[in-house]
């Protein structure tokens, strides 16, 4: 089975300080890993993914993620935290059918100019 | 760039009634899927939907719950006799592949009294 935990329901950085949000997977297969976005009023927006191949992903607005298969994590980083970026960010695995994604509880980035 | 929309944004309903959230997902996509978060909680997988059938479902997807593609645009999912605990932001979205990149909508926030 799928899952995925998420470290820190909230964290608070500083405005051009580096953002690291924190995503440990379990997975009996190859996992595909996610992050996704979540504006106030809004869905979600995928950030960036990982399939196969390159383990450091860059995704959209700055971020990348590096899968470690020793560390089973998909930890997403920011070099300079910018206003905008404050949002909830979901950690997500892929289920081995393809048909659903795992979830993590989410973490709560709030920037502080 | 398309998106998945959803309708209405937020409901509201007494214990018992019957409710149909309502999505649009994009439009050369295939898998439909919905999910809800409970206030607080987890993203949670409900049910996933392809060529006119369920091809996955949650435990939480029980008798009380149906998913239906009316016509060509709309995707639907009904609530027959809510219950309090069924309040939650209910997210619909949409793939064009198995084990895609899911789309997701705005979410619909069910409140049941």
């Known amino acids: 089975a799928q899952s995925v935990t998420q470290l820190g329901s909230h964290v608070s950085v500083s405005e051009g300080a580096l953002v690291l949000l924190r995503c440990n997977y379990s997975s009996s297969v190859p996992p595909y890993l996610f992050w996704y976005v979540q504006y106030p009023n809004q869905g979600l927006q995928l950030l960036l993914k990982y399939t196969t191949g390159a383990t450091l992903v860059k995704g959209i607005n700055g971020f990348e993620a590096e899968f470690k298969k020793s560390e089973t994590s998909f930890h997403l980083t920011k070099p300079s935290a910018h206003m905008s970026d404050a949002a909830e960010y979901f950690c997500?695995?892929?289920?081995?059918?393809?048909?659903?994604?795992?979830f993590g509880t989410g973490t709560s980035l709030t920037v502080i100019p | 760039e398309p998106e998945v929309t959803q309708t209405p944004s937020h409901q509201v309903t007494q214990m018992g009634q019957e409710v149909i959230l309502r999505c649009v997902p994009i439009s050369n996509h295939l898998y439909f899927y919905w999910y809800r978060q409970i206030l607080g909680q987890k993203v949670e997988f409900l049910v996933s939907?392809?060529?006119?059938?369920?091809?996955?479902k949650s435990e939480i997807f029980d008798d009380q719950f149906s998913v239906e593609r009316p016509d060509g645009s709309n995707f639907t999912l009904k609530i027959r006799s809510t219950k309090l605990e069924d309040s939650a932001m209910y997210f619909c979205a949409s793939s064009d592949q198995l084990g895609g990149e899911q789309y997701f909508g705005p979410g619909t926030r069910l409140t049941v009294t």
């Open positions: 939907f392809y060529n006119n059938e369920i091809s996955e």
């Open positions: 997500a695995v892929r289920s081995n059918t393809g048909n659903q994604f795992y």
